[in-house]
């Protein structure tokens, strides 16, 4: 029986999405088209395709009662719409259903996991919920909700416990949750099920203990390349530095994990993205056994500011990357599918730029995927910086100021059509091998994201200037060889 709430919300969309403009939305980033979104939710290979869902108020371009939107894809670019699939219409998830995963049962039937959210006053209580469907519909599981706050380790919190991601490894299933400690910060609780439907505390698998933030949403734990890898969305993150930026950040803890014992050892920590509009990633494996992850490309303390044309939606995804672990560090690239839909190209080799600023033949766009090499003029020798400059015109510009003395990248995202009372620039640590470096852009109508050095690091922001500001243009401190390639992304 669909409820009343679900139908509801069906029908607004079925009425007002066909009515948004395509030339509103991005190019090729997925949006909810109307409403409101954050957090990718249930990312799962059903049936022979990737569905997605995601945090979503379809009524407002504002966070409200959380439903979950849906989409699916073949290819991580294209995605399908579908109905939305859950509305927060019981008594245990009235205040919203948050975040959680998805995956493909046995028989045929797609579960997902998702996090219950009930008030009672001022209480507020988080639980772990269950609904079952067919890639179209889903229906909520009689027994909800499955993991309660009986199932806490001593001095847990029942109303932060949220976002499970399930797993099913050698015929069990496993889930894990982000929950607050004591302390005040952030844990990740394993939990572990012979059926996924009745459930088991198994561990404190990793603990913040305030080093890295406060309470620890949306977690995700999987191996890769010989590794173990917990990504986790820290709230409040406090501890500064270069590497582990103030205030917006996500974190990647490579370890090791011991199934007999359910240990997780943390060998190394990182930030996931060093850009100011990444949260809440989560991976799916793909049918070619790659790790790709997608994330909300947004932040919630800048979630006021919008783009200045009156659009009828709010957030984006990033594009689906494909995660590896080089030398013990997250590598991450734009899904390789992307190729497919570059469209003309324009190639310089060897420009020499010296002390000064110019423009390349054919060089601009805000719909492209760009790779810019740069190398200083003489062997052995440097220079003092090196700046791309995207996004110009009219006044507005995005730059990426790379330092090789310094070992910095910095990405000035002021005068990109945000406000300057919030943060809008970034710097980070990045190598310069032999001082050379190279960036990867992928520009859209509301986005740049940059990935440095064959993705050793990536940096994700949304940039709301007009989409006349086009412009591109590079820049030197000292003498250096630049070779672009660009390739117009295109998609209809
Ligand atoms: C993260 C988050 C999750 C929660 C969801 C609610 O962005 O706060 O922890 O499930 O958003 O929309």
């Known amino acids: 029986m669909k409820s009343d709430l679900l139908l509801r919300a069906r029908a607004f969309e079925a009425e007002h999405i066909p009515k948004v403009d395509p030339d509103l939305l991005p190019h090729y980033h997925l949006t909810g088209c109307v409403g409101w979104i954050n957090d990718p939710n249930g990312f799962s290979f059903y049936k022979g395709e990737y569905h997605l869902f995601f945090q979503y108020n379809p009524y407002d371009v504002r966070w409200d009662t959380m439903h979950w939107g849906h989409v699916k894809t073949r290819d991580f670019i294209r995605w399908q719409r579908l109905p939305l699939a859950l509305a927060p219409d019981e008594e245990y998830d009235v205040w919203g259903c948050f975040s959680g995963s998805a995956l493909q049962l046995p028989d045929g039937r ?23 469907g067919d890639g179209v519909d889903y229906v909520k599981y009689a027994g909800n909700p499955v993991i309660t706050a009986s199932l806490l380790p001593a001095g847990g919190s029942a109303r932060d416990f949220r976002d499970p991601r399930i797993w099913q490894e050698d015929g069990r299933y496993f889930a894990v949750a982000g ?15 012979d059926d996924a439907f009745r459930w088991r505390f198994v561990t404190v698998l990793a603990r913040s203990e305030n080093r890295y933030g406060r309470m620890w949403e949306c977690p995700d734990f999987f191996p890769l390349d010989g590794y173990q890898v917990l990504l986790v969305s820290p709230q409040e993150m406090k501890t500064g530095g270069l590497e582990f930026l103030e205030g917006n950040t996500t974190l990647c803890l490579i370890g ?106 054919g060089v601009k766009g805000r719909c492209l995927d760009m790779t810019v ?29 790379c330092r090789p003395d310094r070992g910095t990248i910095t990405v000035d995202r002021s005068r990109s059509g945000l406000p300057d009372t919030i943060l809008n620039g970034r710097e980070f640590s990045a190598r310069f091998p032999g001082n050379e470096i190279k960036l990867r852009l992928l520009l859209d109508r509301y986005s740049l994201e940059l990935f440095v050095n064959d993705g050793e690091q990536a940096a994700t922001f949304v940039v709301f200037s007009p989409e006349a500001a086009d412009g591109i243009s590079f820049s030197a401190e000292g003498s250096l060889l630049l070779d672009v390639d660009k390739y117009d992304l295109e998609l209809s």
């Open 373 to 401: 090499r740069v190398r200083p003029s003489r062997p052995g020798g440097t220079f003092d910086s090196f700046t791309v400059t995207a996004a110009r015109g009219g006044g507005y510009r995005t730059k990426i100021v």
């Open 179 to 193: 929950d607050r400690c004591p302390d005040g910060s952030g844990a990740i609780l394993l939990y572990e099920s």
């Open 110 to 132: 797609h579960l997902l996991m998702y996090t219950g959210v009930r008030k009672e006053g001022e209480a507020e209580y988080q639980t772990q919920c269950l609904a079952l």
């Open 256 to 361: 090791s994990y011991d199934r007999e014992s359910s240990r997780f050892t943390r060998e190394r920590e990182q930030t996931i993205d060093y850009g100011l509009d990444f949260y809440a990633p989560q991976t799916v494996l793909s049918a070619d056994g790659r790790r790709i992850m997608i994330a909300w490309m947004q932040y919630w303390n800048s979630v006021d500011y919008r783009p200045p044309q009156d659009l009828p939606f709010f957030g984006q995804m990033t594009l689906p990357r494909e995660l590896r672990v080089r030398e013990g560090r997250l590598i991450q690239e734009p899904v390789r599918e992307l190729e497919a839909y570059r469209g003309s190209s324009v190639t310089h080799r060897g420009v020499l730029l010296e002390d000064g600023e110019l423009e390349l033949d």
